[in-house]
């Protein structure tokens, strides 16, 4: 399952409705009732959200994939890496300053 959703998530470019519908699909997989409970959310508005033409909340993906076991990481995107370390630099400069 974090195969897919990985694979999707790189599939979906800037489409988080893909991203959205993935996380449905494993959700449905792994029983949208007990998910509801884990989430502290409704399972019927679960399947709205998670369908692909919901529109759910940053918060409801949070939620859902900390429930579903999943653990959300950001990478720097390697053309991106330059822009990244030298902003970290001078972020650094300016603590030092301080």
């Known amino acids: 399952m974090l195969m897919y959703l990985e694979a999707c998530i790189e ?11 993935a996380l449905g699909n494993i959700a449905r ?13 409704g399972r019927e508005s679960l ?17 859902v994939t900390h429930a579903l076991g ?9 053309k991106d890496m330059y822009k990244i370390t030298k902003i970290s630099r001078q972020i650094t400069s300016s603590d030092r300053r301080r």
């Open 29 to 41: 997989a792994r029983g949208m009732s007990q998910l509801a409970k884990d989430t502290g959310l």
């Open 11 to 21: 599939e979906a470019g800037d489409d988080a409705a893909f991203i959205a519908k």
């Open 47 to 63: 399947y709205k959200a998670l369908s692909g033409e919901g529109n759910p909340s940053f918060a409801t993906i949070l939620k």
């Open 70 to 78: 999943f653990k959300l990481h950001v990478q720097g995107q390697r």
